[in-house]
Each structure stands twice: as C-alpha cells, then as structure tokens.
C-alpha cells in the first residue's frame, strides 16, 4: 500500500485501496441508474396527465367556435311621424320700450319690476301740474278769443244792413267780413292749445301699451325725463304668446309651404340637449327670402306658453311635424351598422346563424329607423353584439332589444 504526504503541494495523487474503491465506484453507479429511472418514469407521468387534459379542448375544436350571444329584435311594421329639425331662437311677441312723451318730473311709480301687467294699467305717473296750469291759460285765452269773435260778428251784421241801405262802402263790409273770419281762427288756434294741454296731461299718466311682463326698472323716482331721451322707462315683454324663429334648408322649404297650403302644422320646442319638451304650438309663417350666407330660410311659429317654459333669447331645438308616414318597416337604431358598401343589419336566420344584409334608411325618428329596402316585417334583427359577428356566424340569443316606442327627437332624412 503507498502513501503520499496529503500536503504536497506539486500532486495529489487519489488513494487507492483495492477491493473497496471498487465496491464504492458500483455503488454509484446503481445511485445513478436508480435517479435516471425516476427521473424517465416522472416525463412519462407528465406526458399522460398532459394528453388527458388537452383532449377535452380537442374535443371542443373538433365541434367547431361557441356560438357568439347576441341581443335581437323583430322588424315592426308601424306609422312613424316625419319630423323636419332645426335651431331656433325664442323671440318676445310683443317687446316694448316704454317712454316718456313729455318733459317731466317722474312723481310715481306704480309697477313692481317682474309684475305682470295688462293693456291700461298705470305704470308710471309724471307731475302733471305744469300741464294743468298750462290747460288753464289756453282755455282764457279761448274765452278772450271768442267774445272777440262775438262782437266782431254783431258788427258785421250791423254792417251788412248799412251797405244794403248804401250808407257804408263795399270795402268797410269787407274788412269786418275778414276781421271775422280771423278771429275765428283765433279761436280755432285756441281750442288745438287746450287740446294739445289736455293731451298732455293724458300723457303725463304712463300706462301699459300692451300686457306682458315688466322687466327691471330703468329710471328711480325723482328723477327727471324728457321725450328725446334715449333709455326708457322700462321695457315690457309680452310672454303669452311667445314666438319662436327657427331655420331649415333651403331645399326643404318647398315642401313646407306646400304642407302648410293642406292645413296647419305643428311645431314643438325641446330643450338644448333635445331631451325635455318644452312647449307645442303652430307653424305661422316662412320668410320671403333666403339667407345667401347660410343657404337657410327662416320660419315662425306661435306658442301659447301657458306653463311659461319659453323666454326671449333661449335657444331651442325645434321639431316640425311635416306628416304622418304609414306602414313603415322599423327597427332599433342600434341595429344599424356602417360599412363601405354602406349601411348593413345583421339578421338572425333559422338555424341561428347571422346574414349580412345590406339595407337602405328612409329616415331616422329619435332611436328608430325606417327601412326602406332590404329588410321584412317579422325578420329578426342583431342589436346588439355585432362587433363580434361575422356573415355565417352562430349564434346564441341573449335578450331581445326593447320594442321602438314615441321618442321626443325629430327624424332626418338620410
């Protein structure tokens, strides 16, 4: 047996002890063999349980895709009202600046800014005793001027008997003639200064030219007015009826006013966001020109405004009823999809699956479509899920959509 000092640092040369190094080196080869079994028999294992839990997806493959869930509708045949939009602005019937007609101290205000006031009523009282005071002067002078007149006709009728009986020459019967005939116009002048005074004083009491709502006061009492003055009094705006004016296209105003010559149309009122309807009333008149700028023509309509929704200078959408189109094929908006090709619904056959159908739209009425082409009463309608689909698609119904009812928007023509 040979030794080799462990310290050296030039070789290391292994110990060899005959019988048992070769006793230790078999057992690490049955270590090795018994590893390499388990490590094979744990790849095997792996691949089974693999091929057993991808076969369900196999089997899943081999039937085909899931059929996609949809939400449908069935095409109604209806009548559906055709509506012609546009923008308008809310305008005063009536809107007045009141003024004063005569120079004055303002001695009385008689209204509540925000009152509603009727035709006649009091609104503004100015001194009035200037006036009066005037009115008495032109009535003496009246009075002056006629005892004048008076005796001035007695002369004449003097004169007239003398000139008969040739005592007095023509000229002398002419002159008293024409003294007469001015003081007449004295008179006549005077009774247009009283009449001119009384106006006056009428003027001096203020009262409203029309009924409506008075706005905020324009001058504080105390205060002189006079009639060159450029502000007013206060400014009245008549809200019962109100009026709206509103545009359409050119193009559409033919058959407006050929619709109006058949009977009256009515006209409603929505809010800016064209959800809340405000007010109906009546189509009253179409403009006679066209505005080059806008290629638009201006209509009127009148509101009663009872429930005092509308104010001047609002603006609204405004729906004009143009007539009450029958037997329409209608279906849901949402059912309506835009290609290329143009407009298409998906429709749902027999054996669930989906068809591309091209379409063509008569008009749009707030959520509801017309059809015009391409689709029957009765057929049934993909609203919902089309990202999904595919011509030839299966698929599997969820919900149907919700029937078509009235809505407040207007329709379009497309």
Known sequence: MEFQDPMSASKLVPLRFGPLSRFLDAGRFRARLLVASVIVSLVILAGCVNSNSSHPDGARAAAGPP????????????????YLTGLGNVTAFNTVTVKSRIDGQL????????????RGDLLVLIDPRPYEVALSQAEATLFKDQAQLQDARVNLGRFTGLFAAKIIPQQQLDTQ???VNQLDGQVRADQSQIDNSKLNLVYCRITAPVGGRV???LVDIGNMVHATDQNGLLVITQL???????TLPQDQLPVVSKTMAKGQLTVTAYSRDDLTKLATGKLLTIDN??????????????????DRVLWPNQFVNVKLLLELRKDNTVIPASAIQRGPQGNFVYVVKPDKTAEL????????EGNLVSIASGLAPGELVVTDGQDKLQSGSKVEVRSSGPGPGPQNTGAKGQ
Not at 294 to 304: E, P, R, S
């Open 67 to 82: 059929a996609i869930p949809v939400g449908i509708f069935s095409a109604e045949k209806r009548d559906m009202p055709y």
């Open 177 to 179: 003639r024409a003294l």
């Open 240 to 246: 019962q009826p109100i009026a709206v004016v509103f």
């Open 215 to 217: 706005g905020l006061r």
């Open 357 to 364: 159908r091209p379409v063509q739209v008569s008009f749009t």
């Open 107 to 118: 001695a009385q205000v008689a209204f509540q800014e925000g009152q509603e006031v009727k």
């Open 289 to 306: 020109q066209i505005d080059t700028t806008t290629g638009t023509g201006k209509l009127k309509a009148v509101f009663d405004n009872r």
